[in-house]
């Protein structure tokens, strides 16, 4: 028996029409889950179908915004008559605010804290009901290097990736008795459209600063692929990880176990 096989098994992951989402159901659908994910742009929802297709993975596409408790829940219901009950739930839709914290306004403090936090917390709540009904469920929380760490100008980002880890531990404490396995995945740092103005290359055709300064803090020596989250996605949500509930498996190529390269 293939321990990490997936077929059979329906996967929603929120905000993957591209990005860490797009690869991940990348991953769980060549893996052989039947790949449905939400996006809020319908223009996007299209490029990401076809994106799937051209991999030979078809991917239903909804449009919805998982901070809309009753769009969430209505499409919650639409994918259990169109495709079936979600058997695994990936919780990747994000966004981030680089602003110092005594400059931010509360108001994008709290849609961070919105789409980062309660989103999971909306999503989730839509699909534990069906999980518990079919005896299981995967649920695997996207979070972060700042669920551990702090830094300038990532006070609401941090709060919330902070949040969701904890969120992850109080779901699998609270469904554990279900069959209901919930972990995190934290990514260190990534190359996609979320980080793409901290590696710009510079007038002079340098490096950006802080695309230097995450070198230097990873012994791998290379910013992540969204591609290196697939196979740890795939292992989380399969049976090979029955008895892994209320983890965080970072993905960073090692920076929380490094102080940082010597001058
Ligand atoms: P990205 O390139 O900016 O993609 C984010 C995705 O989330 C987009 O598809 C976006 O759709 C969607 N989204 C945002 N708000 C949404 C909402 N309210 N409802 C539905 N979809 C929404 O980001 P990424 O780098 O792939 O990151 C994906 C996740 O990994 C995020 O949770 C992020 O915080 C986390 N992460 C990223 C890194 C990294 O280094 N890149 C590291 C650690 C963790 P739209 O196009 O419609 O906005
Ligand atoms: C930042 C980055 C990070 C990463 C990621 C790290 O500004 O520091 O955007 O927050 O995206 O979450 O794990």
Known sequence: ??????????ALVTGASYGIGFAIAKALGQAGARIVFNDRKPDLIEKGVAA???????????????????????????????????????NNAGIIKRIPMCEMAAADFRQVIDI?????????????????????GKIINICSMMSELGRETVSAYAAAKGG???????????????????????????????????????????????????LAKTPANRWGEAEDLGGPAVFLASAASDFVNGHILYVDGGILAYIGKQP
Do not use: W
Request: glycine residues 12%; contains cysteine.
């Open 164 to 214: 969701l880890k904890m969120l992850t531990r109080n779901i699998a404490s609270e469904y554990g008795q279900y069959n209901i396995q919930c972990n995190g995945i934290g990514p260190g740092y990534i190359a996609t459209p979320q980080t793409a103005p901290l590696r710009e290359v510079q007038p002079d055709g340098s490096r950006h600063p802080f695309d230097q300064f995450i």
């Open 52 to 90: 799937y297709k051209e991999l030979g993975i078809e991917a239903h596409g909804y449009n919805c915004d998982v901070t809309d408790e009753a769009a969430v829940g209505a499409m919650v219901a639409r994918i259990r008559q169109e495709v079936g009950v979600i058997d695994i739930l990936v």
């Open 116 to 136: 980062d936090l309660t989103g999971p917390f909306i999503v989730a709540k839509a699909v534990i009901p069906g999980m518990i009904e079919k005896g299981g």
């Open 1 to 10: 028996m293939n321990q990490f096989d997936l077929t059979g098994k329906t």
